[in-house]
């Protein structure tokens, strides 16, 4: 992931094995880390049982707020994908019966979004 991408707001992929040691202290017993996003400082996790997002707060990013969303709650999402001018696909999620999203994410070109589609959808659709 480009840092200028980066500036931006836009996620790239995470290494899943970074993920993991990071991170693993969050996961309880059978649950897994299916795919995640970095912002710059930011991560979001899907795992096989919910939505982890991360959020690094301050100038040293020490206060950290993880915010946890079953895929149960998720009532919605949709994706837009990126055009020629818009570098950017985006993921717009919302919670019960809210009625503007909860969770609103930009990627960069890295991210399939089709593929981040198709984790929610196997987990939300089920």
Not at 15 to 25: H, Q, T, V
Request: overall charge neutral; hydrophobic content about 40%; proline content about 2%.
């Amino acid at each position: 992931m480009g840092l200028f991408s980066s500036l931006l707001g836009n996620a790239g992929v995470a290494n899943p094995d970074e993920l993991n040691k990071e991170y693993s202290n969050l996961l309880f017993d059978g649950e897994t880390i299916e795919v995640g996003f970095k912002l710059l400082r930011d991560v979001f996790i899907f795992t096989n049982k919910r939505l982890v997002l991360i959020d690094k707060q301050g100038l040293t990013g020490k206060k950290i707020q993880y915010l946890s969303i079953a895929y149960k709650s998720i009532s919605k999402f949709s994706i837009e994908t990126s055009g020629h001018f818009d570098l950017e696909a985006e993921l717009k999620i919302w919670i019960s019966s809210e009625t503007l999203p909860s969770v609103e994410k930009k990627f960069n070109r890295q991210v399939n979004i089709y593929d981040l589609q198709k984790v929610l959808a196997q987990h939300v659709c089920n």
